[in-house]
């Protein structure tokens, strides 16, 4: 098996001197949402479990998940919820995990939640202590954790070894937890890919999701006049639809609709907004048919005020209401119900909450997240091929993919 090298050839030296390893029946690679929640399973089983993180402190995306208050799952969750190249994939997992499973296991330590829109739940006392959690109760059922670590080598199928500079452990069962590489400031990085290409296990091509997206110039000197403007939208592309907040930036748009949609983006593609959903422009017209305001003046009222004489052109926002042409109505209703942009990127891993691809979930158990082909290796979190939609469903699939593990291993 070639050997994954991550250290300095200075480190790799000491630790191939070394003649003693340490044994384990778990290793979990990644101290996040659901390496923890794993270790917390297979440890409280009476497994031997140690979880091994480059990070000084664990679970550093739940830290600053939810603005810091941590939506950590949500009422509504089901399989739609998530996008896999394996659309039943998480099916087993979800069956067998629900939204009552995480809030018990905060209420057991101690922390409450709010119920937000969409169902979404957030903690009442802030995303520091869910990580607390994490920790506390992965230590107390006997898990180790070796924190600040490098992760030199991995090798060997049962047993596996992992050299983490100066020290070898080996165990029969290796689990895969670490995560994809959006939001490195927080420790994070592509060695769960690597690995899994180590190993010859499939991927599906990763690229950021949840991430704002940037548009061309002239759509992009719209948004930088409307910076900090935030209006309820319907966004649509590639046959998916999403009705919620969309926010201008000075880049593009950002806001829950577009992070929404990003998910679904692909080069290329165009991104169609509706700036009034469930209304109808032309009846809104109708219905001041005899104003004699300004066109833009009218659309000011239910619109950003500077949104509509920026997407329309002069003659149309200045015409008097009374004096609309047909076709100027449908040029407008073309304008602001059915917006189309390309965007030219997004705003990349750097801002993006999650990764979209990632381990083929074809080539993983949906029952026990055991890689088919490569027997006790398992892969779970965001580092498979499964991504949730904004709300709570990235920290759930977190949470299910490393509870069905932890059971099974
Ligand atoms: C800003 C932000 C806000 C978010 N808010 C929410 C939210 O409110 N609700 C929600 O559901 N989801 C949210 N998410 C997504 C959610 O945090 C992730 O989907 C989830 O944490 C994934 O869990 P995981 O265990 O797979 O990976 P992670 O939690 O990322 O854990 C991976 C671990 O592996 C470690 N690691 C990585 N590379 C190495 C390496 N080379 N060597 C050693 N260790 C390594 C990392 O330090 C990390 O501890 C948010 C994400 C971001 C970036």
Not at 218 to 226: G, P, V
């Amino acid at each position: 098996m070639h050997l994954f090298t991550g250290g300095s050839s200075a480190s790799l030296l000491v630790s191939r001197t070394m003649s003693e390893s340490k044994k384990y029946d778990i290793i979990i690679l990644g101290a996040g949402a659901s390496g923890l929640y794993c270790a917390m399973h297979a440890a409280s089983r009476g497994r031997k479990v140690v979880v091994i993180d480059h990070g000084g402190k664990p679970a550093r995306k739940v830290r600053v998940s939810g603005g810091g208050m941590c939506n950590f799952t949500n009422l509504h969750v089901t399989p739609d919820n998530y996008i896999c190249s394996n659309p039943h994939f998480v099916k087993s997992a979800l069956a067998r995990f629900s939204p009552w499973d995480v809030v018990g296991f905060l209420a057991e330590n101690g922390i409450s939640y709010e119920e937000r829109e969409h169902g979404q739940l957030f903690t009442e006392q802030g995303a520091g202590r869910v990580a607390g959690a994490l920790v506390a109760r992965s230590r107390r059922a006997g898990a180790e954790l070796l924190l600040g670590r490098t992760i030199e080598s991995v090798s060997g199928t049962g047993p596996f070894s992992v050299d983490t500079g100066g020290e070898i452990l080996k165990a029969d069962k290796l689990v895969v937890a670490l995560g994809g590489p959006s939001w490195a400031q927080v420790g994070a990085t592509d060695l769960g890919f690597r690995l899994a290409k180590q190993y010859e296990l499939s991927i599906v091509r990763p690229r950021p999701g949840l991430v704002p997206l940037v548009l061309a110039k002239n759509e992009k000197d719209i948004c930088r006049e409307l910076t900090g403007n935030a209006l309820p939208v319907t966004i649509e592309c590639n046959g998916v639809r999403f009705t919620d907040p969309l926010l201008f930036t000075h880049k593009g748009i950002s806001g829950p609709a577009t992070l929404q949609i990003s998910s679904y983006w692909r080069d290329n593609q165009p991104v169609v907004i509706d700036f009034l959903p469930g209304q109808s422009l032309s009846g809104y017209i109708e219905e001041n048919r005899s104003s004699n305001v300004q066109f833009k003046n009218l659309l000011s009222r239910i619109l950003p005020k500077r949104l509509p004489e920026l997407i329309l052109s002069q003659a149309l926002a200045e015409a008097s209401v009374s004096q609309l042409t047909k076709q100027q109505i449908e040029v407008a209703e073309n304008r602001i119900h059915r917006f189309s942009v390309v965007p030219t990127n997004t705003e990349g891993y750097a801002k993006a909450e999650v990764v979209v691809g990632g381990v083929d979930t074809n080539s993983v158990s949906s029952k026990t997240m055991e890689c088919k082909d490569v027997p006790g290796l398992h892969v779970i979190g965001e580092a498979l091929d499964v991504t949730g939609h904004l709300g709570g469903f990235n920290l759930h699939w977190a949470f299910a993919s490393g509870a069905a593990c932890g059971d099974e291993l």
